[in-house]
């Protein structure tokens, strides 16, 4: 037998009030689960858009390195420095092309989640009791 059917069970003789106020505290447990559930997910989302935002400043580091020169003062080879071939005419080397501009920074939730579902709950008890 599942909970919900024992509490539908223990609550059959009680009054109308006495049941909404059963449901209401059922509801309020559900809700801090629901509220702590997603603010657990917004950290852990921010936990990793923190770490993706520092691996992309790192890429973005390295890729503005500029290109190693090679330390031999003799003559490259015909086909190229140290057996690179040379590039094609007309083709633009990787190492040449401008860099992206860095990513712009994400503002922030001014509201948690927390405060939107609480104001969104009172915004719909005031109209049930109307």
């Known amino acids: 037998m599942s909970d919900f059917t024992r ?3 223990a609550i059959s003789g009680d009054t109308v009030e006495e049941k909404i106020k059963t449901f209401s505290e059922v509801l309020d447990k559900i809700t801090q689960f629901s509220v702590n559930s997603i603010d657990q997910v917004t950290k852990r989302l921010r936990g990793l858009n923190e770490i993706l935002d520092g691996l992309e400043r790192r890429v973005v580091q390295i890729e ?19 057996g690179v071939p040379p590039p094609m005419p007309g083709v633009s080397s990787p190492m040449q092309a401008p860099m992206p501009p860095p990513p712009e920074p994400k503002p922030a939730n001014p509201m948690s989640a927390r405060t939107a ?14």
Do not use: D, H, I, V
Not at 119 to 128: M, R, V
């Open 117 to 130: 579902l609480q104001s969104e709950l009172k915004n719909l008890f005031a109209k049930k009791k109307q």
């Open 64 to 82: 503005s390195r500029p290109p190693p020169t090679p330390s031999m003062s003799a003559a490259p080879a015909p086909g190229g420095a140290l």
């Open 7 to 9: 509490l539908m069970e």
